[in-house]
């Protein structure tokens, strides 16, 4: 409770707890997917909603807050906004598990990596912000650098940008959307229950399911993937408001760099020339993206 006192512009110690260890399991979520990439994405998916239930229920239940929940149930409108950043979402984690297994976590690096650019994008664009000198370089670098890569592989990284995509837009909806960071993400997992549920009675009922016909081991990770969806998502949600703009803006980096290092050093994904140009664009960028971020925050 002693965060509460804290001047606005300051950063709390739990609150960088909180959203760094967020970011950790973020960075090293890659490891544990691959570990699960014999499963196909929808069912992954569709444990990593069943599983996310229990918890975000249970840290709901914790904290006392189960009835703005309630309230939302019953609001038509809330729940049609929250249908919507549960697709986004759910796609969003979809794409994201089958990248991993099917050896793009290079491109999962860089669509989290571009995202904050295209957040800052969409806010011009949806918004009417204003972008300023530094953040308008940080953009065409970037553009610059997904034209490299299309170019050298003649196509576009169509895994990094629907990352970017889907994450971004799931993120400028879910600013609008009046209600607690837990209690929404419940909602969201809620909504997307029952077609995760029909997934799970389909593959299991045929005999392709992994959880009861599978292996002790792909049970346990299976059972898992509800803690490691559900409880960064929550630490990150509690630890961003108790961190100034700037820190946030540093901290959002450090995933997409272990992804990055685990995709190159762990998993062995090829990295050319075309990435050992478009990467340090991308590095450049956020720097100077970084350094608007902090003026903008000073001021």
Same mark, same amino acid.
């Given at each position: ?9 300051? =950063? ?25 990439? /014999? %499963? ?6 569709? /444990?990593?909603? %069943? ?16 009835? =703005? ?30 990248? %991993? ?5 290079? =491109? ?26 530094? +953040? ?20 576009? &990284? ?19 959307? &009046? ?11 809620? @909504? ?17 399911? /992994?959880?009861? /016909? ?7 990770? @299976? ?21 100034? @703009? ?5 901290? +959002? ?16 994904? &090829? ?29």
């Amino acid at each position: 409770m002693a965060d509460a006192t804290l001047p606005r512009n300051e =950063d709390s110690p739990r609150g960088m707890a909180f959203a760094l260890s967020a970011y950790l399991i973020w960075g090293f979520l890659p490891v544990y997917m691959k570990a699960l990439s /014999h %499963i196909p994405a929808y069912e992954v998916v569709a /444990h990593r909603v %069943i599983w996310s239930v229990p918890v975000a229920l249970a840290v709901l239940v914790a904290l006392g807050r189960t009835q =703005d929940l309630r309230a939302a149930l019953r609001s038509p409108r809330m729940l049609l906004m929250a249908a919507a950043t549960a697709a986004l979402i759910s796609v969003n984690w979809g794409i994201y598990v089958w990248a %991993i297994g099917a050896g793009h976590a290079l =491109d999962t690096a860089l669509g989290y990596y571009i995202n904050p650019l295209f957040s800052v994008f969409l806010g011009a664009v949806l918004l009417g912000e204003r972008l300023n000198r530094l +953040q308008l370089v940080a953009i065409v670098l970037a553009v610059a650098a997904v034209i490299v890569l299309t170019v050298e592989a003649g196509r576009l &990284p169509i895994v990094a940008i629907s990352l970017m995509l889907t994450w971004g837009c799931y993120a400028y909806l879910k600013k609008s959307l &009046p209600l607690g960071p837990n209690q929404g993400f419940l909602l969201e997992v809620l @909504l997307l229950l029952p077609p995760a549920l029909g997934v799970l009675i389909w593959v299991e009922g045929s005999g392709q399911g /992994h959880f009861l /016909h599978g292996s002790l081991a792909d049970q346990a990770l @299976l059972l898992g993937t509800g803690v490691v969806t559900a409880v960064p998502l929550m630490l990150y949600a509690n630890g961003a408001k108790l961190l100034k @703009l700037s820190t946030i803006g540093f901290l +959002q980096y450090v995933a997409p760099t272990l992804i990055f290092l685990t995709a190159v050093f762990v998993f062995g994904e &090829p990295f050319g020339r075309a990435e050992a140009i478009a990467f340090p664009m991308i590095w450049v960028a956020l720097v100077i993206f970084t350094v608007a971020l902090v003026r903008a925050t000073r001021r």
